[in-house]
């Protein structure tokens, strides 16, 4: 970052760190004096500051840095927005990158400003308003600055981005798909919300979303097929964290049981599959919706087949 030095120094004052994940104090050098930095986190040769900094503590040639060296790495927080629509293994996913010790994640930022600005009378609606912040600036400001870790997975749904959302925030983003056929979309969905539309299942919004991103990049973003990170998790994820340039984790693979503190306040009355998942559990045979639900079904598969004829494939 220009006109900033950063200093690594160990607690103990030696003049080689010898742990390759030893405990370090930072300082920043304003040109008078040495102002103290927090250290959130050290893993993997690096450290993460609350100023939303990670730093290298090994050099490129893979020797330990002195304590006194300059040099360090200052590279921006990763963030990512995964664009699903509801009754996906947008959930479990958001389960796998929260397993990440370099990762932080938000559930869906943007649901309480969409039903409070469609008034859509969804299952605890009120109780989501009053808790989470509406104002639609305010939450883009948040999805396109947070640092709170080396990487910020965003759990999105498509269909909460209205037509007047600011969209400009996606900018700074890195963007993924996930997507599910609309016929096991509307089939698991009808049984949370009988009030079912085509536009509630979100597919026409996300194929506008993908087409902006592609656009912006000249190319396809990835898209994940629900279906194929189930029946092959480590080889989907894989592929998707090296179509967003991040190193894959096993800990991706596996996580705790239950809500998680991250949660939307949502979760009890949406994520009873899941909250007793440790995992991702093999594929279950595809569900078919009623009859009276293929208009809705039909309506959505131009959107669902335009991001399937660019799926990521393992092999």
Request: hydrophobic share 40%.
């Amino acid at each position: 970052m220009p006109g900033q030095e950063f200093y690594l120094q160990p607690l103990d004052q030696s003049e080689e760190v010898q742990d390759p994940e030893p405990k370090l104090e930072f300082c920043r050098h304003t040109g008078r004096s040495f102002e103290p930095i927090t250290v959130l986190s050290v893993k993997a040769n690096w450290a993460w500051l609350d100023t939303g900094l990670r730093i290298a503590l090994v050099s490129e040639q893979g020797s330990v840095l002195s304590p006194r060296q300059l040099g360090a790495e200052v590279l921006d927080t990763i963030r990512i927005a995964m664009w699903s629509g509801p009754r996906n293994i947008s959930t479990a996913m958001m389960r796998a990158w929260g397993s990440r010790a370099d990762c932080a994640v938000m559930d869906e930022p943007f649901y309480g400003a969409y039903l409070s600005s469609t008034g859509l009378d969804h299952p605890m609606a009120a109780e989501i308003i009053a808790a989470h912040d509406t104002d639609w600036r305010s939450i883009a400001k948040t999805c396109a600055e947070t640092a709170a870790a080396p990487i910020v997975y965003q759990k999105h749904m498509s269909q909460h981005m209205v037509p007047d959302a600011p969209l400009d925030w996606m900018n700074g983003v890195r963007h993924a798909f996930l997507i599910r056929p609309p016929a096991e979309v509307a089939a698991s969905f009808k049984i949370k919300w009988q009030e079912m539309t085509a536009e509630d299942l979100g597919f026409t919004r996300q194929a506008e979303l993908f087409d902006r991103v592609a656009d912006r990049l000249g190319g396809a973003p990835p898209v994940a097929e629900a279906r194929d990170v189930l029946s092959d998790p480590e080889g989907m994820l894989k592929k998707l964290c090296a179509a967003l340039d991040v190193p894959f984790d096993p800990a991706m693979l596996s996580w705790q049981p239950g809500l998680h503190e991250s949660d939307g306040i949502w979760a009890r009355h949406w994520y009873g599959a899941v909250e007793g998942s440790t995992g991702f559990a093999p594929p279950s045979p595809p569900q078919q919706p009623a009859e009276e639900l293929m208009p809705v079904v039909e309506a959505c598969m131009p959107a669902y087949d335009r991001l399937q004829a660019h799926k990521l494939q393992v092999g």
